[in-house]
C-alpha cells in the first residue's frame, strides 16, 4: 500500500507538512512556528493555527503553546501538580494543571499503540 500524502498547514502566506512542525507559541498577535529546520514568526492566532491540526499530531499544552509528541522527550511530574516537558531542544515547558491529565492520556495512548506500554 501506498502511504497518503504528508498532511499540511498554512499559516498566513506559510505552508508546512504537519510532520515536520515541533511547537507553536503565541507571542501577542504573532505565533511562532518551529520546525525541524527553521522558525517563522507569522501574523496569525494560535487558536486558528491548533484548530487545524490533527489530534494524533500534537496538542495545546498551555494557553500560550501547542506542541506536536515528537518534540517532547522527556516529562516529569512537579510538587504542585502541573508536568515538566523538556523538547528536543532542552527547552522546558510548564503544563498547568488543567492539561496535565489530558496530556497524560495522550501518552498513556500513544505508548499503547506502539505496543510500549
Do not use: C
Not at 503553546?65 to 532542552?90: C, K, Q
Request: without cysteine.
Amino acid at each position: 500500500p501506498v502511504p497518503p500524502p504528508p498532511r499540511a498547514v498554512r499559516f498566513g502566506s506559510y505552508s508546512w507538512p504537519v510532520t515536520a512542525l515541533r511547537l507553536i507559541r503565541a507571542e501577542e498577535h504573532y505565533i511562532r512556528v518551529v520546525t525541524k529546520e527553521q522558525e517563522v514568526l507569522v501574523r496569525y492566532r494560535l487558536s486558528d493555527a491548533v484548530t487545524q491540526l490533527p489530534e494524533d499530531a500534537g496538542m495545546r499544552v498551555h494557553r500560550s503553546y501547542w506542541l506536536s509528541y515528537d518534540a517532547i522527550v522527556e516529562h516529569a511530574p512537579l510538587p504542585d501538580s502541573r508536568l515538566l516537558l523538556t523538547l528536543w531542544n532542552g527547552t522546558t515547558v510548564t503544563v498547568p494543571r488543567a492539561h496535565r491529565k489530558r496530556l497524560e492520556a495522550a501518552f498513556a495512548a500513544r505508548r499503547q499503540a506502539t505496543g510500549q506500554g
